[in-house]
T-cell receptor
């Protein structure tokens, strides 16, 4: 079955760039997503990339996709303390109606 | 605009008790789903529905029942709660065309003792 792997923890200083990495196994993934979960809250879609794209930029967020290596990354420029959260990588399967397969999440801690 | 509303936010059950977790959305989304989130496990799909009257199993359906009598509501039933069902439960909804761009509720934290 599909599998999505992420590192569990990342710590950065305020103002630095953060890079959160993700690998997936399903070569037929159509969309890949980044969700953000703040403490005590549900998940919020941050951004997504279609599998035929290499890069997508959205303000401080840059998503890079290496389809050959099945590697996805999320770069947050000028990281702020408000960016501290858990970030989930997810991919959509192609079996029947698409469902999301999530990674275990990367906890990003931004210190002042 | 309420989005996806889950009730209750917190619940403690004794082993063997039953209960229903409520989920409602006001966005006229066809697709609704239930996930559970456990430490170190990410989110795992329990059940999903592509419209009223249609439901299907996800990755971890055992011990849970669902029904979808209306577009708005998608309740999750635990018939006989077990400690292994202690988790945080999230309901999500989306359109069928973009059914993986999901809107999530705030979650229900369930403890089974």
């Amino acid at each position: 079955g599909e599998d999505v792997e992420q590192s569990l923890f990342l710590s950065v200083r305020e103002g630095d760039s953060s890079v959160i990495n993700c690998t997936y196994t399903d070569s037929s993934s159509t969309y890949l997503y980044w969700y953000k979960q703040e403490p005590g809250a549900g998940l919020q879609l941050l951004t997504y990339i279609f599998s035929n794209m290499d890069m997508k930029q959205d303000q401080r967020l840059t998503v890079l996709l290496n389809k050959k290596d099945k590697h996805l990354s999320l770069r947050i420029a000028d990281t702020q303390t408000g960016d501290s959260a858990i970030y989930f990588c997810a991919e959509s399967s192609t079996s029947g109606y698409s469902t999301l397969t999530f990674g275990k999440g990367t906890m990003l801690l931004v210190s002042p | 605009n309420a989005g996806v509303t889950q009730t209750p936010k917190f619940q403690v059950l004794k082993t063997g008790q039953s209960m229903t977790l409520q989920c409602a959305q006001d966005m006229n989304h066809e697709y609704m789903s239930w996930y559970r989130q456990d430490p170190g496990m990410g989110l795992r799909l329990i059940h999903y529905s592509v419209g009223a009257g249609i439901t299907d199993q996800g990755e971890v359906p055992n011990g849970y029942n669902v029904s979808r009598s209306t577009t708005e509501d998608f309740p999750l039933r635990l018939l006989s709660a077990a400690p292994s069902q202690t988790s945080v439960y999230f309901c999500a909804s989306s359109t069928l065309e973009r059914n993986t761009e999901a809107f999530f509720g705030q979650g229900t934290r369930l403890t089974v003792v």
